[in-house]
């Protein structure tokens, strides 16, 4: 079975604070993505990263950055975490293929930005 | 730019019936609808998916219908059961690639 964790389930920081959430899949997948998920707007693309070092932006990129050093983790930051910055937070992976693959999805990560 | 609509927002059934949930995209380049299943607490599942080259595709309760010259597809859930009270959110391909445009989500109700 394919696994993703995500390093919380729940999270409650200070606007301006540092924010990192961590993802960690255990398929050797190439691909892995971050999406935010808000009521009413689906999930949305924050960026994705197709190989290890390698990343590009997704549709909501402002305010957010990646880094992807080993193939199994990708993490996301939050350089100055505002309030409306408040959100669920899913990681995902899939296989590489050269199309679109099943994609699986960690638990999430709530955050909440005070 | 590229955009999945899906309706209803939320739709309540009662205990066996039959559920449909619909889907437009807008990216003609899309050939992959997949489509996800988020119960409580959970991240999306995937539950069944459709390519271009295909018009329909059935597992078990589940069918999935595509029309490419209209840019629909549906889900269809025959004999739905508690269990099936859940998020379905579904999605289209950018183009040919691994990226997704998701729609909204659908909140559907089984009534006992």
């Known amino acids: 079975d394919v696994k993703v964790t995500q390093s919380s389930r729940y999270l409650v920081k200070r606007t301006g604070e540092k924010v990192f959430l961590e993802c960690v899949q255990d398929m050797d997948h190439e691909n892995m993505f971050w999406y935010r998920q808000d009521p009413g707007l689906g999930l949305r693309l924050i960026y994705f990263?197709?190989?290890?070092?390698?990343?590009e932006k997704g549709d909501i990129p402002e305010g957010y950055s990646v880094s992807r050093e080993k193939k199994e983790r990708f993490s996301l930051i939050l350089e100055s975490a505002s309030t409306n910055q408040t959100s669920m937070y899913l990681c995902?992976?899939?296989?590489?293929?050269?199309?679109?693959?099943?994609?699986?999805f960690g638990p999430g990560t709530r955050l909440t930005v005070l | 730019g590229e955009n999945v609509e899906q309706h209803p927002s939320t739709l309540s059934v009662q205990e066996g019936d039959s559920a449909v949930i619909k889907c437009t995209y807008s990216?003609?380049?899309?050939?992959?609808f997949p489509w996800y299943k988020q119960e409580l607490g959970k991240g999306p599942q995937l539950i069944i998916d459709?390519?271009?080259n295909v018009g329909e595709k059935k597992d078990q309760r589940i069918a999935v219908t595509l029309n490419k010259t209209a840019k629909h597809f549906s889900l269809h859930i025959t004999e739905t059961q508690p269990e099936d009270s859940a998020v379905y959110f579904c999605a289209a391909s950018r183009g040919s690639n691994y990226q997704l445009i998701w729609g909204a989500g659908t909140k559907l109700i089984i009534k006992p």
């Open positions: 459709i390519r271009s």
């Open positions: 990216d003609s380049a899309s050939n992959y």
């Open positions: 995902a992976s899939s296989p590489t293929g050269g199309g679109a693959d099943t994609q699986y």
């Open positions: 990263s197709y190989d290890v070092k390698m990343k």
